[in-house]
């Protein structure tokens, strides 16, 4: 069962990201400050939940937190810093455009650069274990969706309606057989000739 961090701090910030893996489109972070009251049994990992859960829970929480903000990192920007810093970019962006400050940021995974001094925790796999990350991750994962089905509709040939950017094997049939879009990160080219 997902927790909450602690009963004694008010505004802790979950943090995750979505699209780290992806051969194009943006990478993706979200930071969700839940009330303490706060729990929906549907909530958990973005991974383990289905898209119709996803996009039933995106509006909830959006609703129902007390403050949330999602930020992009767009392909160039991967390009010129790497896929790690992109994330920490984005979850800094993501940061950057909360009202409220938060007391603690808890960040899915095991690495992130400290942000304006505020405490933070990395937590491996942190996204099935509390209940802030989770949700980010939720917000994460449904707004780059949502922005994969547009660019997929620019670009129908590479399946990114399924994919959502991911190195499925229609996609990567497509970029050898149609090339690279702007969409893709140029960075990433080197690894097509493995699969």
């Known amino acids: 069962m997902l927790q909450r961090y602690s009963e004694n701090m008010e505004n802790i910030a979950g943090?995750?990201?979505?699209?780290?893996?992806?051969?194009?489109?943006?990478?993706?972070a979200a930071v969700v400050i839940l009330p303490q009251e706060f729990f929906h049994k549907d909530l958990d990992d973005s991974k383990k939940t289905s898209q119709k859960t996803r996009d039933t829970l995106k509006p909830i929480i959006e609703k129902e937190s007390i403050d949330y903000s999602v930020a992009f990192v767009k392909p160039k920007e991967i390009d010129k810093l790497?896929?790690?810093?992109?994330?920490?970019l984005a979850m800094h962006r993501a940061l950057d455009a909360l009202d409220i400050k938060p007391s603690l940021i808890l960040?899915?995974?095991?690495?992130?650069?400290?942000?304006k001094k505020i405490k933070y925790k990395t937590v491996v796999k942190g996204d099935?274990?509390?209940?802030s990350i989770a949700a980010a991750s939720i917000l994460a994962k449904t707004h780059r969706d949502?922005?994969?089905?547009?660019?997929?509709?620019?670009?129908?040939h590479y399946?990114?309606?399924?994919?959502?950017?991911y190195p499925?094997?229609?996609?990567?049939?497509a970029i050898l057989k149609y090339g690279f879009t702007k969409y893709h990160r140029k960075s990433f080219q080197v690894n097509i000739s493995l699969f």
């Open 15 to 28: 943090c995750d990201e979505a699209g780290r893996g992806c051969l194009c489109g943006p990478v993706v």
């Open 82 to 88: 790497n896929i790690l810093k992109s994330s920490i």
């Open 107 to 115: 960040v899915d995974g095991n690495r992130f650069d400290r942000y």
């Open 128 to 131: 099935s274990k509390y209940l």
């Open 146 to 156: 949502e922005y994969m089905m547009k660019i997929h509709r620019e670009f129908p």
């Open 159 to 165: 399946g990114w309606d399924k994919s959502k950017g």
């Open 168 to 173: 499925t094997r229609k996609h990567r049939e």
